[in-house]
């Protein structure tokens, strides 16, 4: 069965500065997708950005990157120009085979100003 | 807005009652997810359905039900509730099931008393 490990439960960072938000998982499966998605206080899960297991180059999406390292298991999520809005829980998640999404414990993330 | 609509939003119920929640995907998505987000238990997948006939099934328990309709709307059905069943459950749907991402409803949020 696929795990999906967060390791920080609470980040938080200054307004303008860069965080980034930490994801392993564990599968044996060869080919999957990854995602983080955003749960603002309004509790709206909004889909950030994907990442497919079988191409190298990492996705970004405006101000959000990530950094995918396949052999490591490792999915990290890279915020940068951090604003008050992107203040929210973080979710990593994994589908594969089976089209569900599994998720992590989520990272509470807050932007101070 | 994500184009998933659910309802009720908000919906509060006695023990031992039914309820029915009701999503509809996005225009051209044949599948729909329904997951339950509780404090102990995070995010869990229920059940899946594409296209009217169930492709998945995750953690849901014997008392829940659902469905999908020839128009694609879905319904999940809760039965006999208890004080645990109390949750957010979102519903979520993609056009390909799962690849590109699933993108979700607003929620309802059952308080079971």
């Known amino acids: 069965a696929q795990t999906v490990t967060q390791s920080q439960p609470e980040m938080s960072v200054q307004e303008a500065e860069t965080v980034t938000l930490s994801c392993t998982y564990d599968?044996?499966?060869?080919?999957?997708?990854l995602f983080w998605y955003k749960q603002p206080p309004s509790r709206q899960m909004i889909l950030v950005i994907r990442?497919?297991?079988?191409?190298?180059q990492n996705a970004t999406e405006n101000r959000f990157s990530v950094n995918f390292q396949k052999a490591a298991k490792s999915f990290s999520l890279k915020i940068s120009d951090s604003q008050l809005g992107d203040t929210a829980m973080y979710f990593c998640?994994?589908?594969?085979?089976?089209?569900?999404?599994?998720f992590g414990k989520g990272t509470k993330l807050t932007v101070n100003p | 807005d994500s184009g998933v609509t659910q309802t009720p939003k908000h919906l509060i119920t006695a023990t031992g009652q039914r309820v029915t929640l009701r999503c509809s995907p996005r225009?051209?998505?044949?599948?729909v997810y329904w997951y339950q987000q509780s404090l102990d238990q995070g995010l869990q997948f229920l059940i899946q359905?594409?296209?009217?006939?169930?492709?998945a099934k995750g953690n849901i328990l014997e008392r829940f039900s659902a469905q999908q309709f020839p128009d694609l709307h879905s319904e999940l059905n809760l039965s006999s509730l208890e004080l645990g069943d109390s949750a957010l459950y979102f519903c979520?749907?993609?056009?390909?099931?799962?690849?590109?991402?699933?993108?979700f409803g607003p929620g309802t949020r059952l308080t079971v008393t």
């Open positions: 979520a749907s993609s056009v390909d099931g799962g690849p590109r991402g699933q993108y």
């Open positions: 225009s051209g998505d044949l599948s």
């Open positions: 599968t044996s499966e060869s080919n999957y997708y």
């Open positions: 990442q497919e297991a079988y191409k190298q």
């Open positions: 359905y594409y296209n009217g006939e169930e492709r």
């Open positions: 998640a994994f589908s594969g085979g089976s089209e569900k999404l599994v």
